[in-house]
């Protein structure tokens, strides 16, 4: 029984080791190292064979080069500070689309409300790329939106909205409408319809119920909708690289093209370290708001 | 209470000068097909207690909540100090309503939640504090001011809930099912503090309760309601003593319901025929019965004496057997049956801490009740 | 109580739900579209999914793309509920805040970091890239979605139930295979399905981790996509959105038939 235990638990212990944690000690390892004309393409590299002084040599290799090159070469920091503008910008968006979603949701008819969850959840279950493809005959110049406003008169030369960062931000909202919309959705409709005739019963109209009542208590859902969103934006590579355009600076297209089109990994490498940095702080804040949450649930 | 000296006794409904408080004129309500207060009239005075009690469905939550603003009737009039409320939204209302959960904002603290309607009223902050803590003071929570809802335990929610929908001093407090979320012990002593606190501040409390002990306790007068309709309004010991019909003498504690053929006695008494060959029960009618008339006698187990004799100084006697008896310390029940078949239950007060001999399963016994013990229904 | 639909809530449902589904309505229309050009309607025409149909190198990537999905997300799945029943069940042993650390990272971890560690680590062990590389990293990140499902199901699964099967006589394997299992099978299957999903929709770990011979359809996709909208990915799109959502559309339905049997042989129970 003791050998099956140690079987069930080594059995995904080991995958993960093998397979998520030793690959990310490897990318530090090459972040640390230095860019070669080689195959791979980064030295030192290590070698066991030469014993404890290879491996003490190898340390002795190691430097932060790559990282005092992002913070002197623009792109690097400009790219930073850029997807967390973007990401955010976008996710602030999202909130003010999905928040009257999700309250219109949790006010329908408890009938209506399983196939609205449905009709929520099925885009998550479609293509990602399909869906952001999806706008690209929509945004670009003879796209839908510029026959239907000009059609309409609104204007008079089609607007440019493809490969901007306009487009990046619609593709953004779109695409992670849905983790916005179910968190929100969950914590109005666990609301208490008596909280709302309670604080109407003690004087509030109903827009004064909704800012005392229903959204601070919303608040949990919000905050956990608004890191779902942020937290996936801020490394996001496919929507800038269909949608953005060349001025559109988010670091996961920049770790993209660094590795694939530079084959400049030592860098590659380094960029995938800071923004992993950059994601804990946004990580460490959502458990901290999910646990909290769960406390007081009981 | 003021039993002794009757002048005091604070009885509105009696007196014809007395103005009602709320009026309920004909008042119907309909959810689609579903009638829920069906052609209702019914009036509460100025500092009553006033119970809505029957089952669940009965329509007593639908009055409340017609009370309070929630729901409009569909036809007849509802008025509170002479006006018609029906336009009336709940936040334009002094009436304020202490909700079967609570409904505390658990965002907010005690203190908060006490403030939340002094707050919409625009009232300045220090007359705020000061009714704030006048409210902590009258349900003894000063303690407690600062925490939040779920740090507190039952019985204190209760309190914040009652000292929130009093704050705004409202003509009219509703309160349902107030004590339905407290362990028994709780409650009852919340009973006591609810009257309290409705008589130091003098304030209508209409009540909806689905428990009779808990209607009978705190209210001046009690509606029983079955299906949409008031079947009897009364004072507690009305509604006990004299129900008007089976369903309020059932649905009010245990009764024993017999029923027979009316024969006219001397002195305005009647005779009830109830089984072949069994004595008829000589009972005092409240209104005058035709001969031969089918009738209920309702009588309830205390009202009846359990003893190896007959007891000669009251006007009915029968033989009955010991089916099963229930012991509960204070008292104990006998489930009898009469030679015609007929199961009674009667009830002593065990006076005795020891008594000589008890009385045990089949044992012959005679049961004894006066004429004015029971009533006689007709319906 | 009294929900009603005001014309703030029609309208808020309205709107949002138009945007989320009228991009992928013009997607559909458009790929029935008889011109090349995919902005312009030029008559009704199914020719796009002819060509589809005859393109080689779209149905050897579907080919690879459902070969890489079937064997992760079955792989997803027994390791994931194994790590789901560690989690919740195993107690405490050593490393136990590493492992679940290692299972909600990857959850937030960004695809590139993700795809670009496990193909360092495929040249650092020399590995050859192609379906059987895809197959090992869709698994270990889809692994940790499965367990998250199937762990929140075990979360609130009534443990007497495990510790009665084991007072009547039961070893605690036979417990798991003929209590626990059975109980929580409906969130391994959905644990199964994610996993599927994520398998199918994924391009960027793919892209890290296939060699030039194997090549999975969102790859494919991408890379036509860059050059321009298509009808034929238009057409591919709609076959990908009709499959989903038929699969959805059954899933819920047959969950909602279940629920409502359930409630009748309750209610039948109570009766007899």
Redesign the interface.
């Known amino acids: ?1 003791n050998l ?2 140690v079987t ?2 080594a ?3 080991l ?3 093998g ?6 000690l ?2 530090l390892k ?1 972040a640390l190292s230095d860019t070669a004309v080689a195959i ?1 393409p980064y030295t030192p590299t290590l070698d066991l064979s030469g014993g404890w002084a290879a491996i003490r040599d190898f340390f002795g290799q190691l430097d932060f080069e790559n990282f005092t090159w992002l913070t002197e070469d623009e792109l690097y920091w400009k790219s930073y500070l850029s997807s967390v503008r973007i990401a955010a910008i976008s996710t602030f968006i999202t909130l003010l ?1 999905g928040y ?2 999700a ?3 949790a ?4 009938e209506w409300r ?1 196939t ?1 969850m ?6 998550f ?7 952001v ?6 945004l ?1 110049n ?3 939106l510029n ?1 239907f406003l000009l059609w309409t008169g609104l204007i008079d030369t089609p607007l440019t909205i493809m490969n901007t960062t306009t487009a990046v931000y619609v593709g953004i909202v ?1 695409t992670y ?1 849905p983790f916005m ?1 179910l968190p929100i959705y969950a914590a109005l409709e666990k609301l ?4 709302i ?9 109903r827009l ?1 119920a909704f800012w ?2 229903t959204l ?2 919303s ?1 949990p859902g919000v905050i956990a909708g608004c890191f779902l969103v942020f ?2 934006a ?5 929507i800038p ?2 949608l953005g355009g060349s001025q559109t600076l988010m670091i ?1 297209k920049v ?2 093209e660094e ?1 694939f089109s530079n084959r400049d ?1 030592p860098v ?2 380094a960029v ?1 370290v800071v ?2 940095l950059l ?1 804990i702080i946004p ?1 460490v804040l ?1 458990q901290k708001n999910q646990q909290r949450q769960q406390e ?1 649930e009981q | 209470m003021a039993q002794s000296k009757p002048q005091n006794v604070f009885a509105p409904w009696n007196d014809p000068q007395e103005k009602p408080l709320i009026r309920f004129q004909n008042v119907t309500k309909r959810f689609g097909t579903f009638t829920a207060i069906d052609n209702l009239t019914l009036d509460i005075y100025r500092r009553e207690f006033f119970a809505l009690l029957g089952p669940s469905g009965c329509g007593k939550t639908t009055m409340m909540r017609m009370l ?3 729901e409009t009737p569909t036809e007849g009039t509802i008025l509170i100090d002479g006006v018609d409320v029906g336009p009336i ?4 209302r002094a ?3 202490m ?3 609570y ?1 505390l ?3 907010l603290t005690v203190e908060d939640n006490i403030a ?2 002094l707050r ?2 625009k009232t300045d902050r220090s007359s705020i504090a000061d009714r704030v803590s006048e409210m902590l003071r009258l349900t003894r929570l000063e303690k407690f001011a600062k925490r939040k809802p ?1 740090q507190i335990s039952g019985g204190q929610r209760q309190r914040v809930a009652l000292a ?2 009093l704050a ?1 001093a409202p003509k009219l407090l509703l309160l349902d099912e107030p004590l339905g979320a407290l362990d028994r012990k709780l409650r009852e002593q919340t009973q006591f503090e609810l009257m309290d606190i409705q008589e130091k501040t003098g304030t209508t409390f209409v009540i909806v309760t689905h428990d009779q002990e808990e209607a009978m306790t705190v209210a001046s007068r009690v509606a029983v309601m079955d299906h949409g309709k008031v079947i009897q309004v009364d004072t507690p010991a009305g509604i006990y003593e004299t129900p008007n019909s089976v369903y309020v003498a059932d649905f009010i504690g245990d009764v024993n319901i017999i029923r027979g053929k009316a024969h006219p006695a001397d002195g305005g008494l009647i005779r009830i025929h109830y089984a072949e060959g069994a004595e008829p029960i000589l009972a005092t009618p409240t209104q005058p019965v035709a001969a031969g008339q089918d009738v209920a006698f309702a009588i309830r187990p205390e009202k009846i004496v359990v003893a190896w004799e007959p007891d000669h100084s009251r006007a009915n006697h029968a033989r009955g057997k010991i089916i099963d008896i229930a012991y509960l310390g204070n008292i104990s029940t006998y489930h009898l049956e009469l030679p015609s078949g007929q199961k009674v239950s009667a009830q002593m007060t065990n006076a005795r801490r020891l008594a000589r001999r008890d009385f045990t399963w089949d044992d012959e016994v005679w049961l004894s009740w006066s004429d004015t013990a029971g009533v006689v229904l007709q319906d | ?6 014309w ?3 309208t ?2 309205t709107l ?2 138009a ?3 009228l ?2 309505l ?2 559909i229309i ?1 790929s029935f579209n008889e011109s090349k050009l ?3 309607w030029a008559g009704f025409s199914p020719k796009w999914y002819g060509e589809l149909l005859r393109n080689e190198q779209f149905l050897d990537a579907a080919w690879v793309t459902l070969k890489v999905a079937a064997l992760s997300s079955t792989l997803a799945t027994v ?2 509920t ?2 789901a ?2 989690l919740v069940r ?1 107690g405490r ?1 050593p ?1 136990r805040t ?2 679940s650390g ?2 909600y ?2 959850l ?6 993700t795809g ?3 193909l ?2 495929f ?2 062990i020399g590995l050859d890239r192609g379906v059987f590389t895809i197959v ?2 869709h ?2 990140f889809a ?1 940790c979605y499965v ?1 998250v499902v199937v762990s929140s199901r075990l979360m609130t699964f009534d443990r007497s139930l495990e510790e009665a099967a084991l007072d009547l006589g039961c ?3 036979e417990a798991f295979r003929l209590v626990t299992l059975p109980i929580i099978t409906p969130a391994v299957i959905s644990g199964w399905l994610l996993a599927f ?1 994520l398998s ?2 994924d ?2 770990i793919a892209s890290f981790a296939s060699g030039p011979s194997s090549t999975t359809l ?1 790859i494919k ?2 890379s036509a ?2 050059l ?2 298509s009808p034929e ?1 238009n057409a591919l ?1 709609t076959i ?2 009709g499959i ?2 038929v ?3 059954t899933a ?1 339905l047959v969950s ?1 038939r279940a629920i409502q049997r359930q409630r009748r042989e309750e209610v039948e129970g109570v009766r007899a």
Not at chain 1, 118 to 123: D, F, H, K
Not at chain 1, 234 to 238: A, H, K, P, S
Request: net charge neutral; glycine share 6%.
């Open positions: 029984m099956r235990r069930l638990i059995l995904p212990y995958w993960l080791l397979f998520f944690l030793v690959p990310f490897i990318v090459i791979p689309v009257p979603i309250y219109a949701m006010q329908s008819p408890d399983p609205l449905m009709l929520v959840i099925l885009p279950w479609t293509s990602f790329l399909i869906r493809y999806a706008w690209i005959g929509i670009s003879e796209g839908f026959q779109y409408l919309i208490d319809g008596s909280l005739e309670a604080a109407e019963d003690l004087g509030c109209s004064s005392l009542v601070p208590l608040r937290i996936p801020l490394g996001e590579f496919v690289s269909l996961g770790l993209w590795f990994w590659a490498s995938a923004l992993l994601l990580i959502f007081a | 309070a603003g929630f939204p709940p936040n334009k009436v304020n309503m909700f079967q959960s409904a904002f658990p965002h939340f309607g919409r009223d779920h929130r929908s705004k | 109580m009294n929900r009603r639909l005001t703030f809530n029609a808020s449902l949002g739900f945007f989320l589904y991009p992928m013009i997607l458009f995919v902005t312009v390791l994931g194994m790590a029943y560690v195993a042993f490393g590493l492992f290692m299972i990272a990857p937030v971890m960004p695809e590139v970091i670009l560690s496990l360092l680590l040249i650092a090992l990293a698994t270990t692994m367990s070893t605690p394997f999903t199918l929709d391009l960027v969102p996709i991408f996509v860059r321009g909208v990915i799109s990908m959105i989903v959502a699969g959805v559309i819920s909602k």
